[in-house]
């Protein structure tokens, strides 16, 4: 069973970058396929990038493709999310997940979760 800590989020300007970071437990890490998720207040949580197991492929949600980049560094077991133009609507809670076979962008096919990381773009 893998264990997940999310890290990196903040207060940024509009236009702003941040750098999450997924730190996993073991090097099991490198067998899993791994996605990042957001919910903001009053909202579900929805899909934002996601990528396989050798980091191969990647999806991303349209309202962040061209401004995020996923990648991973299964060396250091981890995972990171790269959030360029942040924007206003980009204020969620972020959190990474981890699941077995291919990747996918349905929350509820993951089995293994970080704690979140709260991100606030806010001028």
């Known amino acids: 069973q893998v264990q997940l800590i999310d890290s990196g989020g903040g207060l940024v300007q509009p236009g702003g970058s941040l750098r999450l970071s997924c730190a996993a437990s073991?090097?099991?890490?490198?067998?899993?396929?791994m996605g990042w998720f957001r919910q903001a207040p009053g909202k579900e949580r929805e899909f934002v990038a996601v990528?396989?197991?050798?980091?191969?492929?990647?999806y991303y949600a349209d309202s962040v493709k061209g401004r995020f980049t996923i990648s991973r560094d299964n060396a250091k077991n981890t995972l990171y999310l790269q959030m360029n133009s942040l924007k206003p609507e980009d204020t969620a809670v972020y959190s990474c997940?981890?699941?077995?076979?291919?990747?996918?962008?349905?929350?509820?096919?993951?089995?293994?979760w970080g704690q979140g990381t709260q991100v606030t773009v806010s001028s």
């Open positions: 073991d090097r099991t890490f490198s067998t899993y396929a």
């Open positions: 997940a981890a699941k077995l076979g291919l990747a996918a962008t349905r929350a509820n096919e993951y089995d293994y």
């Open positions: 990528t396989s197991w050798r980091g191969v492929t990647t």
